[in-house]
Each structure stands twice: as structure tokens, then as C-alpha cells.
């Protein structure tokens, strides 16, 4: 009976923004975020793409950008890719999502890995979103039939080494988002599929050091990721940005012995998108407009910009200042204990501020490998009780071949 109530309430949910809020689909990325929808949030489309996908780096906290190099690279940093050590390699990652609230939505991610040669390596992914289910009415409660919510994207990475430490990767892929079919929303237009295009530049760096008398490495790196235009699911002239992301941080790894390593990472998020600005109010508490029938910024910066100005611009856009854009980096802490490259255990802490969307969570994690395959396992524990993303587990399969 409970579980049949929270089939009943995420219907509700998914009926209710899809027939009212397309093609602003993005006004309700937060409940799929796991953030908290009464906070100034930053609101994209396709929030999926920025999902950490594998188990390994989700075990750490959700950092990536400055770790060993492995064969999920390409979401994290894709100028990783060319540092790694076998000739080919898969992942393919599976995660029941938002497993308080309902039991058949789910993230899956496929990727994987060929090196050409001693400096540069190909790469490929395919991440789906599947949103379960659901029973579409209109506003009387007829029944539309059913439904199944998706996002889609497939790329592809191309990763080159610069010089023995330093390596440079770009990515490209293609969205795409069918949230509704083709229903007509409430005010009588016919929704769409969104489709969409994204590029990420990384740039990684590693470098052995000495410690003491044990061996060890530095490394850092930086990604921006989901570099693209905005996209629709109904008319040219309403459309969403997408995620793009900043993220940046540095890790550090030594050999406690020959069979004994632990590292350590830290990573910065800050999402390249405007900051919602407030509007000015009447006397009623409605919206005002002015002439035009524009709503009137009160503070902060228009958000309806291009991608290069809305990318830039994200750096000072915030309606409380300098103090406000501090509060959109997002940080993530890990730790990874590894014994003789065959087991491995994680934990790690990510953290956002309340103000914007308020996730906060412990996670740890779990990893074998036997010859050629390797399983990871990771666990999600939120800081607040109740949270949608409470319980949220991911499992990975990777498959190596040496060189």
C-alpha cells in the first residue's frame, strides 16, 4: 500500500509538469536533482548529464576531475583519458533513482575506451535517463494513456597527451529529451522532444613525486562539460539551458607500501548557468510588468542571455552578490584506500549550500577486481532525513584490456 502511494504521488508529479510547466521543464529539474525546490535554485534542462554516473567516483563523494584515470574518464575529465594504462576498456554503470518516491526510474551509463597509441585514445559513452512509467491525464482527469519520460545522450572523447604530464580532451555529444511525446500542454501548443548538443573541454595533470621514503603522485585537473546551446520542447522562443558545468580539483595519492594506497580528492563545482534574479512584486504579491508586459528585475541580471554571455556572466549575475555566487560552488571530498590494485574501499562527503538546493550527503563505496573484470558498489547517506535521494545505490562492471 505505501509503495503503491509513491507510484501514486511521482504520477501526480510527472502529469502535473508535464501538461503545465513544458516547455520550462527545467523549473522542475530540482525534484529530479534531489534539491529543494524552495531555494534559489539554478535551473536547468537535461540535469541528468551532471548525474555522477559510475560507482567508483560517486563512492567519493562525486569527485572526478584529478582522479586516476579509468574508463568512465570521459564524464569527469576527458583529458584523463590518454594517461591510461591498458589498451581498451568498458563500464557500463546502472542506479535505481529517487528509490524513496518510486521504484522504476533509473540512470544507466555505457562507456568506454581504445588507445590509438602511447599518447592519444578514443572514447565513447551513452548515458539514458529513464523516468519510469507513468498514467498521463488532462485537466479534467481523463486519461491520456501512459507514458515513459527519457533523456538520452550518446558521445564521443578524443584525449591527447601534450607532454608527459599535462594531456588535453574533448568531447562531444548529442541530447536528446522526450519528456512528454507529443501532447499538447495546457496552453494549447503541441510539446516536443528536446534536442540538443554539448562539448566538454578537460585538461588533466599528473605528476610522480617523492614523499619522505614513499612514492606517491600529484595531480589536477579541470572540465567544463556541456558546452551548447539552449534547447525547447515546444517553440523557438522558449527555451532552457542546459547544465554546463565548471569543475576543478586536485588529488593526491601515496604508496603507503608496495600493496597499500590511499588517495585523496577534492573537487569544486560551479554551474555556468545565470542566476535566477528577483523580480519586483505588487502590492498583491503578483509578478509586476512593465509596459511591455516584461517582468521587472528587482535584482540581479537578466537571464534570458546568449550561451557565451550566460556562461561568463555567471561569475557576477547573483542578486545578492559576490556572497551569492560563493554559495554555487559546489564542493565534493573523497578518500580511496586501495590494496595491491584488486580491492578497494571510498567514502567521501559532497556539499552544497542550503540556499541552493541544499544536497549534503556522505557516501562510501566499495570495489574487486579478478583479473580482467571489475565490480564497484556505492551507497548515498543524506545529512537530512526523508531526502529523495536517501538510499540511492550505483553498481558498475568494468572490463580491462592490457597492453
Known amino acids: 500500500m505505501k509503495q503503491m502511494a509513491k507510484r501514486n504521488g511521482i504520477t501526480i508529479f510527472l502529469t502535473v509538469f508535464i501538461l503545465t510547466t513544458l516547455p520550462s521543464f527545467a523549473q522542475n529539474s530540482v525534484i529530479i536533482s534531489g534539491q529543494d525546490p524552495n531555494r534559489r535554485v539554478i535551473t536547468t534542462a537535461v540535469p541528468f548529464l551532471n548525474f555522477a554516473p559510475d560507482s567508483r567516483h560517486s563512492g567519493m563523494g562525486d569527485v572526478g576531475v584529478s582522479t ?3 574508463a568512465n574518464s570521459a564524464h569527469w ?49 551513452l548515458r539514458y535517463f529513464n523516468m519510469g512509467d507513468i498514467q498521463l491525464t488532462d485537466g479534467r482527469g481523463n486519461e491520456l494513456g501512459e507514458f515513459n ?50 562539448v566538454d573541454v578537460g585538461l588533466y595533470y599528473q605528476k610522480p613525486i617523492f614523499v619522505g621514503t614513499k612514492d606517491g603522485s600529484f595531480s589536477w585537473g579541470m572540465n567544463i562539460s556541456n558546452i551548447g546551446p539552449k534547447i525547447t520542447y515546444n ?21 603507503l607500501d608496495p600493496q597499500n594506497t590511499i588517495t585523496f580528492a577534492l573537487d569544486f563545482n560551479k554551474l555556468l548557468v545565470p ?19 516584461n517582468l521587472i528585475i ?18 557576477a549575475d547573483a542578486p545578492d552578490g559576490f556572497s551569492e555566487e560563493l554559495q554555487e560552488v559546489m564542493i565534493s571530498f573523497g578518500v580511496e584506500y586501495s590494496y595491491n590494485d584488486k580491492f578497494a574501499l571510498r567514502s567521501g562527503y559532497f556539499y552544497e549550500n542550503p540556499n541552493k ?12 577486481e ?12 543524506p545529512q537530512t532525513q526523508n531526502h529523495p535521494l536517501a538510499e540511492t545505490l550505483r553498481f558498475s562492471l568494468l572490463y580491462t584490456i592490457p597492453n
Open 370 to 381: 579478478m583479473n580482467k573484470l571489475g565490480i564497484d558498489f556505492s551507497y548515498l547517506v
Open 77 to 125: 575529465n576527458s583529458g584523463k583519458l590518454a594517461f591510461v594504462d591498458q589498451k581498451m576498456g568498458f563500464s557500463l554503470s546502472y542506479s535505481p533513482w529517487l528509490g524513496k518516491l518510486v521504484n522504476d526510474m533509473s540512470l544507466s551509463y555505457l562507456t568506454g575506451f581504445f588507445k590509438i597509441d602511447e599518447n592519444s585514445a578514443f572514447g565513447f559513452d
Open 235 to 255: 517553440s523557438a522562443e522558449d527555451l532552457d539551458y542546459i547544465p554546463t558545468n565548471f569543475r576543478i580539483g586536485t588529488a593526491y595519492s601515496v604508496d
Open 149 to 198: 519520460p527519457r533523456d538520452i545522450a550518446i558521445g564521443g572523447t578524443y584525449s591527447r597527451k601534450l607532454s608527459q604530464n599535462l594531456g588535453l580532451g574533448i568531447s562531444s555529444r548529442f541530447i536528446y529529451s522526450n519528456l512528454s511525446g507529443n501532447i499538447s500542454s495546457v496552453g494549447g501548443s503541441e510539446s516536443k522532444p528536446g534536442i540538443g548538443v554539448g
Open 357 to 368: 538546493g541544499g544536497r549534503r550527503y556522505f557516501t562510501v563505496g566499495l570495489g574487486f
Open 298 to 315: 528587482e535584482a540581479g541580471k537578466d537571464p534570458n542571455r546568449s550561451l557565451i554571455s550566460g556562461m561568463f556572466g555567471s561569475f
Open 68 to 70: 586516476s584515470p579509468d
Open 275 to 293: 542566476t535566477p534574479p528577483v523580480y519586483t512584486t505588487n502590492e498583491d504579491g503578483t509578478l509586476a510588468t512593465d509596459e511591455n508586459g
